[in-house]
């Protein structure tokens, strides 16, 4: 117990000390997370809406294995991306491992399946009238996506979360194709991972719970933005 | 006349049943042409096809003599408006949803902003611009509907029974202002409806469908007062007994 609570004490004087270490792996996981979860919305959404709106062979094959991708274990990811991008690998010219370029792409390959099945089942709830409506009104495809994107922002939005909280608690890919190296590729789950195997549970417990804060600020965000839907759409 | 839209050997199947197959549509400048039948005749679907809202596995829409291929079909679906049974709308307020359409045709925010306020003015529904349009009763948001549709200012305008999910009061008043909106636009519609009422009050000329085919097109007068099949010839005297019943009940 007082091991926990000599964590939350270490954690609150990092935050308010602005420790330097601290602030620059925060700051580093929220980049490569962010750019990742970007990057795998990229992929995703226009993905999503093909998937969603027509109707092709294969098309539930294809559903099932992004739901399937839901739940790749990232030790896994870790090693196909590791391999891929090994110096004597077929992308090894391109001298990525151990950078955070190597992450970012390990974590892309984790959120794009959990993000696209999310932003599929998003879209496909979006009433098929209501498409119709949208064609009468003579959209292009590109509004069309846009406008079922916007009628279904908010489970959009939380399939961002979803994907975004997936790459940023995992370890075993970032510690994989990152090396965990101090100053360069450290997060703060390997950063956690480094600090319990040398003991230093303090320490690790302070990581945590900065890793906790971040994960709370992004459910906050979402949960402000779904109770201002529901205002909206009452009026009141 | 001249003849605005063509539908030329039109057929449509679904799972190798046959939905439609009509040979010859077209609409005059500026006439208003009702499609009758009973539930399942295949109103709705010949309404997509010449809305250019669904493919046909066979046959071709002309738009003003021009034959409307693959790449034209969205510039030519922006000269046309469709109001359907059940108002939707998206996640918005009426006034942004009546704007949608002239947004989506590249007119700037405010100028769409006017324009959907003056049609809200004329559908008398002035007082709902800022209202949640999901929030809307259905006679409202069938007057929304409209007051979308005519915004767009189409040169055809499609209308898939927008009065049959009305109350009786409400259909009435509905009826009268879109009937008062029509005449002064002299906007060229294609109707489709189960109710010969309607097409007697509206219509100029009339297509009458059954299991997806044409079995008589003419006047309405003349529908009414010579059909041609007896399938046609119950059909009316069921309306006319529905409507003695609906006399005698009120």
Known sequence: ?236 | MNTVIEGKDIMVRIRGKELLDVKKIGLKKGEIFAVIGPNGAGKSTLLRVMALLQVPQRGEIYFKGEKITQKERIRIRRKMAVVFQEPLFLNDTVIENIALGLRIRGIKHREAIERAKYWLERFKVEKLSNRWARSLSGGEAQRVSLARAFALEPEVLFLDEPFSNLDVFIRESLIADFFEVLKTTGITTFFITHDLEEVMLFANRVMVLMGGKVVQEGTPQELLENPKTDELKRFIQAWERFKFKMLRML
Not at chain 1, 59 to 76: D, R
Not at chain 1, 112 to 133: C, N, S
């Open chain 1, 1 to 236: 117990m007082d091991t926990i609570f000599e964590g939350l004490k270490k954690a609150i004087v990092m935050l308010v000390t602005l420790d330097a270490d601290i602030y620059r792996i925060t700051l580093f996981t929220l980049k490569v997370s962010g750019l990742a979860t970007l990057i795998s919305l990229a992929i995703s959404l226009p993905a999503a809406f093909f998937i969603a709106i027509k109707e092709f062979p294969g098309k539930n094959f294809l559903i099932s294995l992004a739901n399937l991708g839901m739940g790749l274990p990232p030790t896994v990811v870790g090693l196909w991306v590791c391999l891929l991008l090994w110096r004597s690998g077929p992308l090894g010219r391109l001298r990525l491992i151990y950078t955070p370029t190597a992450i970012v792409i390990a974590q892309t390959v984790i959120a794009t399946p959990v993000i696209l099945a999310l932003v599929t089942a998003a879209l496909q709830q979006v009433d098929k009238k209501l498409r119709l409506h949208i064609m009468s009104l003579g959209a292009t495809p590109l509004q069309m996506l846009f406008l079922m994107a916007k009628e279904a922002r908010y489970s959009i939005l939380a399939a961002v979360i979803a994907g975004f909280g997936a790459i940023v608690s995992e370890v075993g890919a970032s510690m994989m194709v990152g090396g965990n190296i101090a100053g360069y590729t450290r997060v703060l789950t390997t950063a956690i991972v480094l600090e319990t195997s040398k003991g230093n549970f303090e320490d690790a417990l302070a990581l945590s719970f900065i890793l906790l804060l971040m994960a709370y600020l992004g459910t906050m965000a979402l949960t402000y933005l779904q109770q201002r839907r529901h205002e909206d759409e009452y009026g009141n």
